[in-house]
C-alpha cells in the first residue's frame, strides 16, 4: 500500500502539489487524472522517487521513504 500524506512540492514560487492525501491499495486500479500542468507527472516523479517532496509523508506499507534521500531529488530506502 501506498499512502500519501500531507505531500507538498514546489519549484521556486510555483507550489505544484498541496497538501495531497491519498491511499493506493494493493491489487487496485487506481488513476490520477487532471488537468495539463496540474502536478500528475510531478505527484507520479515523487512517488517513484525521481523527487522529493517539499513536506508532507510519503508511505510505503507503513513505512516513510520521504525523508530519504541518497542523490539531490531521489528518495531510496537505506
Known amino acids: 500500500m501506498i499512502e500519501l500524506k500531507g505531500l507538498c512540492k514546489s519549484f521556486e514560487e510555483k507550489e505544484v502539489l498541496k497538501d495531497i492525501n491519498a491511499t ?21 516523479k515523487c512517488i517513484v522517487g525521481l523527487l522529493t517532496p517539499d513536506k ?23
Not at 24 to 44: A, C, D, P, R, Y
Not at 59 to 78: E, I, M, T, W
Open 56 to 78: 508532507g509523508e510519503l508511505l510505503y506499507d507503513h513505512r516513510n521513504f520521504s525523508s530519504c534521500h541518497v542523490l539531490p531529488g531521489a528518495c531510496k530506502p537505506d
Open 24 to 44: 493506493f491499495e494493493n491489487g487496485k486500479t487506481n488513476l490520477i487524472i487532471g488537468q495539463s500542468g496540474s502536478g500528475k507527472t510531478v505527484l507520479m
